[in-house]
């Protein structure tokens, strides 16, 4: 999309990571990194510090990453640890303490390394959130986590502190959804990329509410432009679902080759797509705010969950909302819960709703492109024939 806005957006990363700098050394504003959604960063946002996510998208360092972990691991963790000890993620850098999550074996067996080069806190991470049990046990890791983080911090977490971040958190999910719902229209009004650069950038914000403001600016230049007939791709475009694993800057291959191919990425069923963005917390509830955070995280619908019926219950609804001709899930190599899950995700999709499905399990590199190339023009010509 051709937008001084969008290219404001767009250029984010790189201005948040000045202003950062800037307000660490002149402001002594402190950087909590995060490796997962299950973070609650309202705690951290609560705490007076800036929360980054430091998840790596890139191949880049995988190479040097190899060196100390196993080759045939996530690209996720390994481009993660990369970037870490090869020091070239700059919100890495900044950060002065990082949160990680026991979510996968890999990601907690790859911090007990990565915590030599930072102060980190790792949060056990209940996964069977329908036991009685698992809610008791995430709340009091989220208690823990609250001191931990004052003590690093140097200052008080008040409820009243964590009731702004969530109307905060609060926000900045409705204005993503709203973004993402532009894609309700048929034909779509915003590409996959465009979604997915938009998105992104959210991750490094420093000043979230300006964030925030640009997005919702710019979700209402692309309505006005569509009363002017601006879309994106025509009404008989395939309109595809992104399921599974996170997808950034740098691991946007799938993406990109749909849209190369002639189908719109309409939405993303991912952590860090609308389906990221589908949890709030009511702000009437007077309930102990941790215990809401609790509450909140406990229920997201990731596939290291199990059962995960709620992330099956969020595709079906979203498949009907966004119009969807096929669905594409994406799982990166050697991410088992994502590739088992994968069964679940094709049964309702083929079986139950009748619509055309593609289980690709790939990584971070180009060499597959071609042969993915070939298998994803194979799928769009399965929904729109020549």
Not at 12 to 20: A, D, T, V
Not at 39 to 48: D, H, K, M, Y
Not at 169 to 182: D, Q, S, W
Request: glycine content about 6%.
């Amino acid at each position: 999309m051709n937008s001084s806005l969008m290219e404001q957006i767009t250029a984010g990363r790189e201005m948040n990571l000045m202003e950062i700098k800037q307000r660490k050394e002149n402001e002594g504003q402190s950087v909590v990194g995060m490796y997962c959604g299950f973070c609650p960063r309202e705690l951290i946002l609560a705490g007076g510090a800036i929360p980054v996510m430091l998840c790596g998208t890139s191949d880049q360092p995988i190479a040097s990453a190899e060196q100390d972990l196993p080759r045939n691991l996530c690209p996720l963790i390994k481009s993660s640890y990369g970037f870490a000890i090869t020091d070239t993620c700059p919100f890495f850098h900044f950060s002065d303490l990082v949160i990680g999550e026991t979510t996968c074996d890999g990601k907690k067996k790859m911090f007990e390394i990565l915590q030599q080069k930072k102060p980190m806190h790792i949060m056990q991470l209940p996964k069977m959130p329908e036991r009685p049990s698992s809610l008791t046990m995430w709340y009091s890791e989220i208690v823990l986590l609250r001191e931990v983080l004052q003590e690093h911090l140097g200052t008080t977490i008040t409820d009243e502190a964590i009731l702004e971040a969530i109307h905060l958190t609060n926000e900045e999910a409705r204005t993503l959804r709203e973004l993402y719902e532009l894609n309700f229209n048929r034909p779509a009004l915003i590409s996959g990329l465009d979604l997915l650069n938009v998105s992104f950038q959210t991750m490094f914000a420093a000043d979230r509410w300006k964030t925030m403001g640009q997005i919702q600016q710019l979700t209402t230049e692309i309505r006005d432009k569509a009363l002017s007939g601006y879309h994106v791709g025509n009404t008989d475009s395939p309109r595809i679902l992104l399921a599974g694993c996170p997808v950034g800057l740098g691991s946007e291959k799938v993406v990109a080759l749909v849209e190369e191919l002639g189908g719109i990425v309409v939405t993303m069923q991912n952590c860090n797509g609308y389906g990221g963005n589908l949890l709030y917390i009511d702000e009437e509830d007077t309930r102990d705010p941790i215990l809401l955070l609790a509450e909140k995280y406990l229920s997201i619908p990731c596939s290291i969950m199990s059962p995960n019926p709620e992330r099956l219950r969020i595709l079906k609804e979203m498949i009907f909302d966004f119009q969807i001709d096929g669905v594409i899930d994406l799982s990166w190599q050697a991410c088992h819960t994502f590739n088992v899950e994968s069964y679940h995700i094709e049964r309702l999709v083929k079986d139950q709703l009748e619509l055309p499905f593609l289980h690709i399990e790939t990584d971070y590199s180009i060499s597959d492109r071609e042969s993915l190339k070939v298998r994803i023009e194979a799928f769009l010509e399965m929904i729109n024939p020549a």
